[in-house]
């Protein structure tokens, strides 16, 4: 069966860490609707444009923008599919169940300061968005990606005060979510603390399970 993931948590936890993990270990296929309104910005894009003001304030970007990119990007997958910070809010997890079976909701926790010195010392690939944090996953070599060799960059909404304003949308908007997916029966808990490798153990012996 052709399972679809959803992982939630909040900023900093490590969705986008480990989802680079599962999509090169286990063939899932990845849609980071952070990365692909990134890139929308990047190319200045009529939604790029509408979306980069939400973005830079740390708030969500409106509801209909950020579903018509998935149902697009759904439409286009075979195969396991891993959601990389879709859904956040109550109306995009009921669209999304409108448009395809969800088969599992893995929430990773992280104490709140401990994302906020992982999100500060982020850097990202401007070109194949690989992850890596200046104390705790280096690159190899300064300020160039491991895996594509172009350069890193920070986030423009990776500062302290956005960070706090994102982790005060994610309580508001994206933390009713967990009871949503309990209540369905397919939420999984993983402690997001503890170094890369373990949290990724984790988050494969919670698939196994399925
Ligand atoms: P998005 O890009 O999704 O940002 P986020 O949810 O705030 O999450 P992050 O990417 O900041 O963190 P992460 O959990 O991926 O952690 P990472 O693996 O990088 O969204 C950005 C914006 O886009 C939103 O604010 C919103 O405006 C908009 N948006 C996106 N989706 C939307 C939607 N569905 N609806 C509406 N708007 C939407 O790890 C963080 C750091 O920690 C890295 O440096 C990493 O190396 C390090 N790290 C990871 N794991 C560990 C570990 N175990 N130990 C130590 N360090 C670690
Ligand atoms: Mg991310
Ligand atoms: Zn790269």
Redesign the pocket.
Known sequence: MDMKIVLL?P????????AERLTANLKFTKI????L??EAVRLNTPLGQQ?KQ??DA????P?EL?IGLIKEKLADIKGPVLL??????LE?ARRLDELTKIDLAIDIGVNEEKLVK??V??RSCKNCGA???LE??PPKVEGKCDKCGNELYQRS?DTEATVRE?LK?YNDKTLPLANYYKQKGILRTVD?????SE?YDRIVKVLKAK
């Open positions: 948590g900023p900093g936890c490590g969705k986008g860490t480990q980071s609707t952070g990365d309104l990134r979306a939400f973005m740390g708030k969500l970007v509801d950020v990389d910070g879709f859904p956040r809010s995009q992982r999100i010392l982020r992850v890596y944090h705790f996953s909404d994102r949308t997001g603390e503890g170094d890369i949290v």
